[in-house]
């Protein structure tokens, strides 16, 4: 059975995920990374951060299939490593569109049940993956999934 990950990233970042059909993630020792929690065959939604958005901050835009193991990349892909001249998210996995879109996170939030406390939802959108590095339940996932538009 896959898990259901929801991972937020920068507006500049979601461009390349989806030019690339791949994601990095930052070496992270001695925490439960993204690399010991995502695997082959799992479902990552990708929500982008409002901080530093032009048009997309608040929605979720696109569901992918991870269709790699993780591997390590030492050369610069992200915008953010491009301008540093450094690698910053070594470790990368491909992936396979499910579906891109558009969703407003915040029409969702009152039908999303990993969102407990609806009063706090960005709360549930903070590190990574999202959600305190726990997957979400599969009805949430199918849901944002639907109304990727």
């Not at 951060?49 to 997309?56: A, E, I």
């Not at 406390?117 to 305190?132: C, E, F, H, M, S």
Request: glycine share 6%; proline share 9%.
């Amino acid at each position: 059975m896959p898990k259901y990950w929801i991972i937020a990233v920068s507006e500049d970042n979601w461009e390349v995920i989806r030019r690339e059909n791949v994601y990095g993630a930052p070496e992270t020792p001695g925490v439960r990374s993204p690399t010991q929690l995502i695997e082959p065959g799992d479902i990552v939604i990708f929500y982008v951060k409002m901080k530093g958005s032009k048009k997309l901050g608040g929605k979720f835009v696109g569901a992918y299939k991870v269709a790699s193991s993780w591997y390590r990349e030492d050369k610069p892909l992200w915008p953010d490593e491009i301008r540093e001249g450094k690698v910053k998210y070594p470790w990368r996995i491909k992936l396979k569109p499910i579906r891109i879109g558009i969703a407003d996170f915040k029409e969702l939030v009152p039908r999303l049940k990993f969102i407990e406390k609806k009063d706090r939802a960005q709360a549930y959108l903070v590190g990574t993956p999202a959600n305190l590095r726990r997957p979400i339940p599969e009805d949430d996932a199918k849901l944002i999934i639907e109304n990727l538009k």
